[in-house]
C-alpha cells in the first residue's frame, strides 16, 4: 500500500515522496523583467530542504503580456534562463525534483493594455481577487497570432528543458488561456478554435512534447468543472483530458472552476473537496493524478494516497504556512522520517 513516504517514478521523473509543492504566484518579479530573484531562490529552496518530492515553480509566462502582472515569472528569452538554472540547480542538490508551469493568462492578463482570447468575451473577477477590481474586456486572437502562441509554449518549454527542470506543466485550468479556449462558455469561435474545442489544447501539448527529452512527463492542470451559470461539467472535462492524453499528457493535475465569479454552483471550499474529481480522471483516464485543494492535513494526505485516489497529493497553503510541511507530515502518519542532518535534533 502506498503512502506519503511512498517513492514515485514516471519515465525519468523519480521522486522521494508524494508530496507536490503546488504553483503558486508570489507577484514578486521586482523588474518587470520575468526573472527569479532572491525571493523566489528561497522560497523554493526552503521546501527543497523540508522534504519536498516535487516543487512546481509557479505560472510562468509564455509571453510578457501573458501574465498575469508584471510581477509574475516569465520564459519568454533565452536571457531569462541562468536564474532559473540557479534556483533548480539548489532545489535538486537537496533532493528534491522540480518542474515548472508555464501558461499564458489570456483574458485574466491584468497589466496588459490589451488582453487577448478566444473571444471577445468579459471576464469576471470579484473585486478582491483583480489587482484593479475588474477585467477588461479582451480582443479575439487571430489564427495567425493563436499560431505564434503556441509557438511561445514550445520555446519556453525549450528553455525549461535547458534550465535543468525535471518536468513541465501547463496550465489548463482555472480560467486562464488553456482553459479559456476549452470552454464552451468563453471560446464561442466559429473556426476550427471554436467548433474543436480540445483544438488549441492538443496543438499546444504537441508543441511542447516536441521540444520535450522523451522521458520526461508532461503534466497538465486542469479545472475539472466550472462554477459559472452554464460552466462546464466533469464529462466534459474528462473529454478534453481523452484529447490531451493521446496528445501527449503523461499526468494530470486536478484543481476545479477559477473561469469566473461562481453562479448558483459554489466549490465547497472543505478540506479535500476536489480529490473526487482526481479519482475520477484517474478511473477514467488510467493515468497518475495528482490530487490539489486543502490538502494540508497530514492525515487527509495519507488517506488520499492510501485509498488510490490519487498518486500524488499537491500542498499549497499549507507549504506556505510551513515550508517543513512534508517532514512534518511524514513524521505524523508514519513515525519515521529522514531529516537534513543540520535539523535532525528538531525533526526526529
Keep these: 500500500m502506498n503512502n506519503l513516504s511512498t517513492p514515485f517514478k514516471l519515465k525519468n521523473l523519480e521522486l522521494k515522496n508524494r508530496t507536490v509543492m503546488a504553483p503558486m504566484c508570489q507577484y514578486s518579479v521586482e523588474l518587470k523583467d520575468g526573472v527569479p530573484n532572491d525571493w523566489h531562490f528561497v522560497h523554493y529552496a526552503s521546501r527543497a530542504v523540508g522534504g519536498t518530492g516535487l516543487i512546481i515553480v509557479e505560472m510562468t509566462g509564455v509571453d510578457p503580456d501573458g501574465r498575469i502582472t508584471d510581477g509574475d515569472l516569465g520564459l519568454w528569452s533565452d536571457d531569462q534562463i541562468p536564474p532559473y538554472q540557479r534556483l533548480v540547480s539548489e532545489v535538486q542538490k537537496h533532493g528534491s525534483k522540480i518542474g515548472i508551469q508555464i501558461r499564458h493568462a489570456g483574458r485574466k492578463a491584468e497589466d496588459a493594455l490589451q488582453p487577448v482570447a478566444p473571444s471577445s468575451v468579459q471576464g469576471g473577477a470579484l473585486p478582491e481577487e483583480t489587482k484593479y477590481g475588474e477585467l477588461k474586456l479582451p480582443r479575439a486572437l487571430t489564427i495567425e497570432e493563436i499560431n505564434r502562441v503556441i509557438s511561445q509554449f514550445k520555446d519556453a518549454a525549450r528553455r525549461a528543458v535547458e534550465a535543468g527542470f525535471d518536468t513541465i506543466e501547463l496550465h489548463g485550468a482555472h480560467g486562464y488561456l488553456l482553459h479559456q479556449f476549452m470552454s464552451p462558455s468563453i471560446n464561442i469561435r466559429k473556426d476550427v478554435y471554436g467548433t474543436d474545442l480540445s483544438k488549441f489544447g492538443v496543438e499546444v501539448i504537441q508543441a511542447v512534447k516536441s521540444v520535450m527529452p522523451k522521458n520526461m512527463p508532461l503534466i497538465m492542470r486542469l479545472s475539472a468543472i466550472e462554477y459559472i451559470d452554464g460552466g ?96 512534518h507530515a511524514i513524521k505524523a502518519t508514519t513515525k519515521k522520517v529522514e531529516a537534513p542532518f543540520q535539523y535532525s535534533r528538531g525533526i526526529r
Design 232 to 327: 462546464y461539467d466533469i464529462e466534459h472535462a474528462l473529454n478534453m483530458g481523452e484529447r490531451f492524453k493521446a496528445a501527449g499528457v503523461d499526468i494530470f493535475h486536478i484543481s476545479s472552476g477559477g473561469e469566473g465569479i461562481p453562479g448558483k454552483l459554489k466549490p465547497l471550499n472543505t478540506p479535500g473537496y476536489q480529490v473526487p474529481f482526481a479519482r475520477m480522471f484517474k478511473d477514467r483516464l488510467g493515468l497518475p493524478v495528482i490530487a490539489v485543494g486543502k490538502i494540508e492535513n497530514a492525515e487527509l494526505a495519507q488517506a488520499t494516497i492510501t485509498n488510490g485516489d490519487a498518486d500524488l497529493v499537491a500542498v499549497a497553503r499549507g507549504m506556505l504556512n510551513d515550508p517543513y510541511w512534508t517532514l
